[in-house]
């Protein structure tokens, strides 16, 4: 059974950053390709960003040059770095771990209960 936990989520003004982790209770972690999404009240969710297990990066160009994901595979976690935020980037975050396919992520059925950003302007 996967577990995935959201954190580091809160409340931060324009131009802040925060770093939210998802920590992965999965076998062979390294094996896995994992994406950031969000989902912004009324709104269908969103890929945002999304690691392979080769370590390539793809961004949602709304994000692109402000947000920075990254995985540490000694610890089962991904990471969402996210600089210069906007009131826009307002949602909940979720990580999952999905597959990528012809250069394209793919989402799996398993979701954390996401960590809340509130972006203050």
């Known amino acids: 059974q996967v577990h995935l936990a959201e954190s580091g989520g809160g409340l931060v003004q324009t131009g802040g950053s925060l770093r939210l982790s998802c920590t992965v209770s999965v076998s062979s972690f390294s094996l896995h390709d994992i994406g950031w999404y969000r989902q912004a009240s009324g709104k269908q969710r969103e890929l945002v960003a999304s690691?392979?297990?080769?370590?390539?990066?793809n961004y949602a160009e709304a994000v692109k040059g402000r947000f920075t994901i990254s995985r540490d595979n000694a610890k089962n976690t991904v990471y969402l770095q996210m600089d210069s935020l906007k009131p826009e980037d307002t949602a909940v975050y979720y990580c999952n771990l999905g597959i990528y396919s012809r250069g394209q992520f793919y989402e799996g059925s398993n979701w954390g209960p996401g960590t809340r950003v509130t972006v203050s302007s």
């Open positions: 690691i392979s297990r080769e370590d390539v990066a």
